[in-house]
């Protein structure tokens, strides 16, 4: 990578980074909104708190869109940086690295039910290993 291409691609990592921990702020906002209008709905007016509640849930499909945004924006600007085997190449590793996740989560999502009951004695290794996998996804940021 020159100079110039570290040096574009540290300012897209900045500018994605801030956008993402927006619509994380914003998502969580969200996300107590909705749980405090369930929570604090009655019998009475139980047809008025899920109207608002649905009102939210389509809030939520805004979010995932401006994330699903955010990403093809980075994506773009990241093929405007490098050049064209460079950006092949990142974008062949970027799928790997989905295509490893993807399997991960779908070991995770079926592991016997037994591992579910010793989650509770293993809780802390459970936690860092997701603090690993999360670790794991920054390495896309030396790109």
Not at 1 to 9: A, D, F, P, S, V
Not at 50 to 60: D, E, I, R, S, W
Not at 75 to 80: A, E
Request: negative net charge; hydrophobic residues 40%.
């Amino acid at each position: 990578l020159t100079e110039q291409q570290i040096m574009g691609i540290y300012g897209l990592q900045q500018t994605s980074q801030q956008a993402e921990d927006a619509l994380s702020q914003g998502l969580e906002q969200l996300q107590q909104s909705l749980i405090d209008t369930i929570a604090n709905g009655s019998i009475n007016d139980s047809m008025h708190h899920m109207a608002v509640a649905l009102g939210k849930l389509a809030n939520l499909e805004g979010f995932v869109r401006q994330a699903d945004n955010l990403r093809q924006q980075t994506l773009h600007q990241l093929r405007r940086i490098l050049t064209v085997r460079q950006a092949a190449r990142c974008f062949l590793v970027i799928g790997e690295y989905y295509g490893r996740l993807r399997a991960l989560s779908s070991l995770w999502a079926s592991r016997p039910r037994e591992a579910l009951q010793m989650a509770d004695d293993n809780s802390c290794q459970t936690t860092t290993d997701l603090h690993m996998v999360q670790s794991s996804q920054n390495q896309f940021s030396n790109f």
